[in-house]
């Protein structure tokens, strides 16, 4: 199947249309028209190397939205025209204690992340969500329930899951008490999540400049970690801190919030971190942590937790074309919200 997308062809240049073809049909495949694709950061650091050398030319997107246009003979659960969804894998082995306990992300034998990696029967390298097309395996695709808005619900494949994911391991609920430091994609859905879960949450930030932004998405405020006062005044007032800075920073100054027992969860940051002070962690049990978005099933669950609750990331509709300003904009600073593309715009011959 023919499709064109936005690739990046090396590690310095900015990206280009590309075309390309996607496989055959597989019995248990499921073609899908791609309508938005999400722009998350990872892509940044993917395109640009940071994560190690890519198999250009790679098309990114891991927050895809789109309609079923085909099905393999053996798929069950979708039919052509349902409004469908993918994440940021298409497989994995299905068959480890991982797979069966629905945590395909931490599977045994490495899944098989959406672009970038080789296909599990071919070795076709994968390419993402940037493109007009793409064909998935039936068990990592998702259903886009009634009552999301289908041009805001892209993020939550990402930005939503990778911080639903902690939120549920840590059993928060009515009465939690929950820090969000940063208020960029991940942590805007974190926030909106963890106050329809019932929480009472607090973003924490340099300064007080997104105070109003936090209470308008049901944070009770923004506490500033420049402020030494305030900082001291919140000593062991949290349960847990979900930390969505995605560069290297010193954790110390937030690991006194948690209370005892309390939890840092990084779900940011993939790489080096500064060295941290232990007496915290000592002189209360308190712990960090990582997390990897999610499993399918828990996915599926995010996706109808936000129809049912009315969550939407907060997006910005761009065109494909516009794809290389989005970037600048990004990799200049956290944005508190998420570039969608529209790709229905772009076109055959571009
Ligand atoms: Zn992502
Ligand atoms: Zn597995």
């Given at each position: ?34 309508l ?96 007009k ?209 529209d790709m229905t715009q772009m076109?055959?011959?571009?």
């Amino acid at each position: 199947m023919k499709t064109v997308g936005y690739a990046a062809y090396s590690s310095d240049a900015h990206m280009k249309p590309f075309h390309f073809e996607h496989r055959a049909l597989r019995a248990n495949d499921v073609a899908i028209e791609i309508l938005y694709s999400g722009v998350c950061h990872s892509d940044l650091h993917t395109v640009n190397g940071d994560w190690g050398p890519q198999p250009y030319p790679l098309v990114p997107g891991h927050e895809i939205v789109g309609r079923v246009t085909d099905v393999g003979p053996e798929v069950t659960h979708y039919q052509v025209g349902d409004k469908v969804g993918v994440g940021c894998m298409v497989d994995s082995c299905q068959e480890c204690d991982q797979c069966h306990d629905h945590e395909e992300q931490y599977c045994r034998h490495g899944m098989t992340p959406t672009y970038g990696a080789p296909d599990r029967i071919d070795g076709e390298i994968t390419q993402g969500g940037y493109s007009k097309h793409i064909v998935v395996r039936e068990e990592f695709v998702l259903r886009i329930p009634e009552g999301l808005d289908m041009s805001r619900a892209a993020p939550i494949l990402c930005a939503g899951i990778t911080t639903f994911s902690p939120l549920r391991t840590w059993d928060i609920g009515k009465g939690s008490r929950v820090g969000v430091i940063g208020l960029g994609g991940l942590g805007h859905m974190a926030v909106k999540l963890a106050v329809a879960m019932g929480a009472e949450v607090t973003v924490l930030s340099r300064s007080k400049k997104k105070e109003e932004e936090a209470r308008s998405i049901g944070a009770t405020g923004v506490l500033a970690s420049t402020d030494e006062e305030a900082m001291t005044n919140a000593a062991s007032s949290m349960d847990l801190i979900i930390d969505t800075v995605p560069v290297e920073h010193d954790v110390t100054p937030y690991t006194s919030l948690l209370d005892i027992n309390g939890t840092l969860v990084i779900v940011g940051q993939v790489g080096p971190m500064k060295e941290f002070m232990t007496v915290p962690m000592i002189m209360g049990r308190r712990r960090i942590a990582g997390s990897l978005i999610g499993g399918i099933k828990q996915t599926q669950e995010v996706l109808d937790f936000c129809a049912e609750h009315d969550i939407h990331p907060i997006c910005e509709i761009i065109r494909p074309d516009e794809i290389n300003s989005a970037y600048d904009v990004m990799s200049k600073g956290d944005i508190a919200h998420r570039y969608v593309m529209d790709m229905t715009q772009m076109s055959d011959d571009a």
